[in-house]
């Protein structure tokens, strides 16, 4: 059998909409019948995805397989990188950890990698029609060209034509592609093919004497220009992006109030996209104690860095505002790391996130206690409420997935959270409950599910005698905006050239 043509999406810096782009492409070819498969070769992010086998991957390879209509796979992002400080990260290889790594060493050990990068990419050419593959930040890191595994060694290995995004609602659109076109030596020019604007807004006339200078600058076409899509419901690859987004508004007199801490190092942000969506709430991200006033309800994200994260919260004056709230019977909801924090001790037998013995005293609004293990688990789960909790309600098979290394000790409180991993038949608790308003939980999605979801929006409401209207609508599936978005895209591309790349 031979092996599958590529087709690479590469972009001019981080966050241009590369993954985006690439679920778009997937799910087209997957439309007509083509066995497609995303492929990147290694991810930084903080937003992980557990695969049905319990193997980490990055949350945009997840999305880029339901895209596909598939599974996701390890194979798809053989490498993530989780930043754990500014040059330091835990490494993720094949879905499994491999310990924590300097950025110096892990530089040293990329040439290593690299066969596991094109051992992944030959067996997904092996078992699929096309793969459709995602670059990361930029090929024109000059610095890191020749421990370079994801761009341009992967773009020369699978021979594959490259697109080369631009995203020009950061402005200097122009100048990021033919500053990228030439920093890149001629082997590596050879595989772009050509331009894709990005996230445009306005009028299309006004932007074409520019597309044609670009084309005659380069020699290269611009393959074209996808617009701007408001309120798309698909989650951004990492917490990054919510440096862009800014820190949201403040809501109305009619809407409810909700604060997200943002941690330092925080983890799986996208666990709050839904509630963000959702009719008559303002969703806002905070970093100061004075921004948590007038909240309705605050919660703790997941974390990638607990003791840090948990410092911060300490020195920043955090820690006190959050223990006031829940002294006084105000709704805090704390997911994974979040729940440790609101816990009464972090313990680290093993120095898993730090030297090994340290202690680490929690907010105490939990009366459970976190001692970390070497071993992270990962694990599809299906969630339950054991009773009908005042923050989150009665509820019945919500899907979510567990990533930790921080196990819970002691008993959890009533009216708690109940899960089972996939398969299972036994259900085991889950996070704690102090009093009505405080509740953890270890278990990240656990918001996309529209019936916990929507009771913690009543219970809010309720408690600040709002009246939320009943026949809200749902939220649009993440099936239905996946093709709202393919429609976009496809009508915004000449596909007809990138087919010919694909099979000249």
């Given at each position: 059998?031979?092996?599958?043509?590529?087709?690479?999406?590469?972009?001019?810096?981080?966050?241009?909409?590369?993954?985006l782009l690439v679920a778009a492409l997937c799910r087209h070819y997957a439309r007509r019948g083509v066995r497609v498969a995303p492929f990147k070769a290694q991810n930084m992010a903080l937003n992980a995805h557990v695969t049905p086998e319990?193997?980490?991957?990055?949350?945009?390879?997840?999305?880029?397989?339901?895209a596909c209509g598939l599974a996701p796979n390890v194979l798809m992002n053989p490498i993530l990188l989780k930043p754990e400080a500014d040059a330091r990260a835990q490494v993720v290889v094949l879905g499994k950890s491999r310990g924590r790594v300097g950025a110096q060493r892990y530089h040293l050990d990329k040439t290593a990698l690299r066969h596991v990068v094109t051992a992944s990419l030959d067996?997904?050419?092996?078992?699929?029609d096309l793969v459709v593959i995602e670059g990361a930040g930029s090929p024109a890191e000059i610095n890191l060209r020749e421990q370079d595994l994801v761009n341009m060694f992967v773009a020369l290995f699978a021979r594959a034509p490259v697109l080369l995004v631009g995203d020009i609602d950061r402005g200097g659109v122009f100048a990021h592609l033919v500053g990228t076109l030439a920093l890149l030596d001629d082997a590596d020019r050879s595989r772009i093919k050509g331009f894709v604007i990005n996230k445009f807004r306005g009028d299309l006339r006004l932007l074409k004497p520019g597309l044609r200078q670009l084309e005659e600058r380069t020699a290269l076409p611009v393959i074209g220009v996808v617009p701007h899509v408001p309120r798309l419901r698909l989650g951004d690859e990492d917490s990054l992006s919510l440096d862009d987004r800014g820190p949201g508004r403040r809501a109305a007199a009619h809407e409810l109030d909700i604060a997200v801490i943002r941690l330092p190092w925080i983890s799986n942000s996208d666990d709050f996209d839904a509630l963000a969506w959702e009719w008559g709430v303002a969703l806002r991200f905070v970093r100061h104690p004075q921004e948590l006033q007038g909240a309705d309800l605050v919660v703790i994200p997941g974390s990638k860095s607990t003791f840090a994260d948990l410092r911060w919260l300490e020195e920043g004056g955090l820690a006190e505002a959050l223990r006031a709230r829940g002294q006084r019977f105000e709704p805090i909801l704390g997911i994974c790391g979040g729940c440790q924090m609101l816990g009464r001790l972090l313990v680290d037998p093993h120095g898993v996130e730090g030297a090994a013995g340290t202690k680490v005293a929690g907010?105490?609004?939990?009366?459970?206690?976190?001692?970390?293990?070497?071993?992270?688990?990962?694990?599809?789960v299906t969630a339950r409420s054991r009773s009908a909790m005042p923050l989150l309600g009665r509820f019945d098979a919500a899907q979510g997935y567990w990533i930790h290394a921080g196990r819970l000790r002691g008993p959890p409180s009533r009216g708690g959270l109940e899960v089972r991993g996939g398969g299972e038949s036994t259900w085991v608790a889950d996070g704690a409950v102090s009093g009505e308003w405080v509740v953890g939980t270890m278990v990240h999605g656990l918001l996309e599910n529209e019936a916990p979801r929507r009771n913690l929006l009543e219970r809010l409401a309720l408690r600040r005698g709002l009246e939320r209207p009943s026949g809200v609508p749902s939220l649009p599936s993440v099936e239905t905006e996946l093709d709202r978005w393919t429609d976009t895209v496809i009508e915004s591309l000449d596909m007809g050239a990138i087919d010919r790349w694909i099979d000249p």
């Amino acid at each position: 059998m031979s092996e599958a043509p590529c087709l690479m999406i590469q972009g001019t810096a981080s966050s241009v909409g590369k993954s985006l782009l690439v679920a778009a492409l997937c799910r087209h070819y997957a439309r007509r019948g083509v066995r497609v498969a995303p492929f990147k070769a290694q991810n930084m992010a903080l937003n992980a995805h557990v695969t049905p086998e319990g193997l980490e991957i990055g949350r945009a390879q997840a999305l880029q397989a339901r895209a596909c209509g598939l599974a996701p796979n390890v194979l798809m992002n053989p490498i993530l990188l989780k930043p754990e400080a500014d040059a330091r990260a835990q490494v993720v290889v094949l879905g499994k950890s491999r310990g924590r790594v300097g950025a110096q060493r892990y530089h040293l050990d990329k040439t290593a990698l690299r066969h596991v990068v094109t051992a992944s990419l030959d067996t997904l050419r092996n078992q699929y029609d096309l793969v459709v593959i995602e670059g990361a930040g930029s090929p024109a890191e000059i610095n890191l060209r020749e421990q370079d595994l994801v761009n341009m060694f992967v773009a020369l290995f699978a021979r594959a034509p490259v697109l080369l995004v631009g995203d020009i609602d950061r402005g200097g659109v122009f100048a990021h592609l033919v500053g990228t076109l030439a920093l890149l030596d001629d082997a590596d020019r050879s595989r772009i093919k050509g331009f894709v604007i990005n996230k445009f807004r306005g009028d299309l006339r006004l932007l074409k004497p520019g597309l044609r200078q670009l084309e005659e600058r380069t020699a290269l076409p611009v393959i074209g220009v996808v617009p701007h899509v408001p309120r798309l419901r698909l989650g951004d690859e990492d917490s990054l992006s919510l440096d862009d987004r800014g820190p949201g508004r403040r809501a109305a007199a009619h809407e409810l109030d909700i604060a997200v801490i943002r941690l330092p190092w925080i983890s799986n942000s996208d666990d709050f996209d839904a509630l963000a969506w959702e009719w008559g709430v303002a969703l806002r991200f905070v970093r100061h104690p004075q921004e948590l006033q007038g909240a309705d309800l605050v919660v703790i994200p997941g974390s990638k860095s607990t003791f840090a994260d948990l410092r911060w919260l300490e020195e920043g004056g955090l820690a006190e505002a959050l223990r006031a709230r829940g002294q006084r019977f105000e709704p805090i909801l704390g997911i994974c790391g979040g729940c440790q924090m609101l816990g009464r001790l972090l313990v680290d037998p093993h120095g898993v996130e730090g030297a090994a013995g340290t202690k680490v005293a929690g907010l105490g609004l939990l009366s459970v206690a976190t001692e970390f293990s070497p071993v992270k688990r990962t694990e599809r789960v299906t969630a339950r409420s054991r009773s009908a909790m005042p923050l989150l309600g009665r509820f019945d098979a919500a899907q979510g997935y567990w990533i930790h290394a921080g196990r819970l000790r002691g008993p959890p409180s009533r009216g708690g959270l109940e899960v089972r991993g996939g398969g299972e038949s036994t259900w085991v608790a889950d996070g704690a409950v102090s009093g009505e308003w405080v509740v953890g939980t270890m278990v990240h999605g656990l918001l996309e599910n529209e019936a916990p979801r929507r009771n913690l929006l009543e219970r809010l409401a309720l408690r600040r005698g709002l009246e939320r209207p009943s026949g809200v609508p749902s939220l649009p599936s993440v099936e239905t905006e996946l093709d709202r978005w393919t429609d976009t895209v496809i009508e915004s591309l000449d596909m007809g050239a990138i087919d010919r790349w694909i099979d000249p």
